[in-house]
């Protein structure tokens, strides 16, 4: 089982990243929201993701209204944010 990062490692490896990236429930969840231009483009992005997760068997929790996309990262068997959803992330912000 993946190890659950600390709220300090979590805070450390975030600073990489885009500052949107938010911290929920209780340090055990990663959230974000996504804009495009529209519903083809977040579709797309969603797509991309899609397939890339599927690949590493840890999927997102997200939701998708027009051109809005919401996800949120959290490893659930680990109970909380492990080194599977850094990865994601990193994936995540190359697209």
Not at 8 to 22: A, G, R, S, T, V
Not at 48 to 65: C, R
Request: with cysteine; charged share 35%; aromatic share 12%.
């Amino acid at each position: 089982m993946a190890k659950v990062l600390s709220h300090e490692e979590i805070i450390q490896i975030l600073k990489q990243f885009d500052e949107k990236w938010e911290i929920e429930d209780n340090g055990k969840k990663l959230k974000k929201e996504f804009k495009f231009k529209s519903f083809i483009e977040a579709f797309s992005f969603m797509t991309k993701i899609a397939i890339y997760a599927e690949k590493k068997d840890h999927h997102p929790e997200w939701s998708n209204v027009y051109n809005r996309v919401e996800i949120c990262l959290t490893t659930h068997d680990a109970g909380g944010i492990t080194d599977k959803d850094i990865d994601l992330i990193n994936f995540i912000e190359k697209k």
